[in-house]
Structure formats: structure tokens, C-alpha cells
């Protein structure tokens, strides 16, 4: 995997902007990743996928992140900001192809969920029928004192236990922040997607590029391509010149 140019940074947006998250993120992983194919990538479990997008942002924008949450109990409004190494496990662990689950007769062969687990599950709208579809997408084969079974004739404790097992295998695909809230001291566990939150600083930065090569070609009449390999800091500072 390699850091993005502004370039290529700027195809991506363009092209995949109106797309579902998991499409957005598999297109980032796409060009940032060109030794593997889309088939692979989808394949990845989502705590991987999710490390090289964490990875892949750090190498963007930082390793500082930024953000605002609301208070579930009074709405205030608060301002985070943590580092990546906060989150981000190193070494990682590589996550194994298939995961058993044996308990009182049952046996369940299953695999983590992928992008495209994830994929086949946009359309749905209740969750808990998601979820179901999703842990059915997963299931590579179940059976009872020998005998194979369909998904639907596993006690709901396994697949309890099957979502566990994912979890604990997987410990990126479910990041967790501790926050409390200054105003009422109101503490909760707020989910931490790594996927809207780097394409929403994309979209933010595309729309600012945009605009400063617009401000630069009116000034001097330099071409798109030219401005964007410039470095950050020579943008700005031609910029500043012409503000």
C-alpha cells in the first residue's frame, strides 16, 4: 500500500462520491493498494480493511483526528481529538480465514465478514433482519451430532456466540470510544467508523483543492495536473500571494 497523490486522491472522490460507504471504501483501497484485486480486497475482514483505511489516513491527513459528538443525555456538543496510535493495534494480528465454534453437539464453520458480506446487506432497512443476513453470509457450514443444518436451526445463544467469536477475532471492525461529557458527566461508548469519517475530511478537502486550483488557473494560468503536485505548502503559499 502506498500514500495517495492529491491526484489520485481527487479521482477517487470524483468518481465514487455518490456511492455506498463500503464501495468508497474499497475505491480507496483500490488505488492505494494496486497489487491486490478488488476480489481480494473485498474478501478482507472489515477490522483489516478498516486498518489500512486508518493507515491510509494517517498517511493522508495525519495522525491526529478530529470530530464532534453529541451528548446522549443532554446534546451538548463535544469536541474530540485523539491520535491514531490510540486506536490502531500494532503489530496486528492477522485474522484467521475460518473460525469453529463447537458447543453441546453443534459445530459452525464460519468466516468474518468482508466488504462484500457487507455489500449484500445495504438494502435492508431493519437491522436485526440485516444481521441475520449478514451472519448467514458468513456461515460456511453448521451440523448437529453429525448432521448438517441450515442457519436458521441454530439456537440464537450460538449465534450469540459466533457474533462474540467475530468481535474478538476482528478487534478493529468494532472501535469503541470512551467519552464523557464535560457538562452533565455523562459517560458512553460511541462507535468510532473510520470509513464516513475519512471521506467526509475527503469530501471537505476536495471541495477546498477545487477551489484553490480554480484561484491558482485564474492567477497564473497553470493547468489542473500541475497545481495539484505541488506540495501543500507551495499551494498555499502561491495562494496567499494572490488572496
Avoid at 61 to 74: H, K, M, R, V, Y
Wanted: glycine share 4%.
Amino acid at each position: 500500500m502506498y500514500a495517495l497523490s492529491a491526484s489520485e486522491l481527487l479521482n477517487v472522490w470524483e468518481c465514487e462520491k455518490d456511492q455506498t460507504p463500503v464501495k468508497q471504501a474499497l475505491a480507496l483501497l483500490r488505488v492505494a493498494c494496486p497489487e491486490e484485486s478488488i476480489e481480494t480486497l473485498a474478501k478482507l475482514s472489515i477490522g483489516r480493511r478498516d486498518s489500512l483505511l486508518l493507515t491510509l489516513r494517517e498517511w493522508t491527513f495525519g495522525s491526529q483526528l478530529t470530530g464532534i459528538a453529541s451528548c446522549p443525555e443532554c446534546c451538548e456538543h463535544i469536541e474530540l481529538s485523539f491520535d491514531v496510535t490510540d486506536i490502531l493495534i500494532t503489530p496486528e494480528p492477522e485474522p484467521p480465514e475460518e473460525l469453529i465454534i463447537n458447543a453441546n453437539g453443534f459445530e459452525v464453520r464460519f468466516h468474518l465478514p468482508g466488504s462484500q458480506d457487507l455489500a449484500a446487506i445495504t438494502g435492508y432497512e431493519d437491522i436485526s433482519i440485516a444481521r441475520k443476513e449478514l451472519l448467514k453470509s458468513c456461515l460456511i457450514t453448521a451440523n448437529h451430532n453429525g448432521k448438517e443444518i441450515s442457519f436458521g436451526q441454530l439456537p440464537s445463544g450460538l449465534s450469540e456466540a459466533v457474533v462474540t467469536k467475530m468481535a474478538e477475532s476482528d478487534p478493529h471492525s468494532d472501535i469503541e470510544l470512551a467519552l464523557s461529557c464535560p457538562t452533565c458527566g455523562y459517560q458512553w461508548q460511541a462507535i468510532f467508523d473510520i470509513v464516513s469519517f475519512f471521506w467526509s475530511e475527503i469530501n471537505a478537502w476536495s471541495y477546498r483543492i477545487l477551489h484553490e486550483v480554480h484561484t491558482l488557473a485564474r492567477a497564473y494560468g497553470w493547468r489542473e495536473v500541475d497545481i495539484l503536485a505541488m506540495s501543500p505548502l507551495r499551494r498555499q503559499f502561491y495562494i496567499d500571494m494572490v488572496s
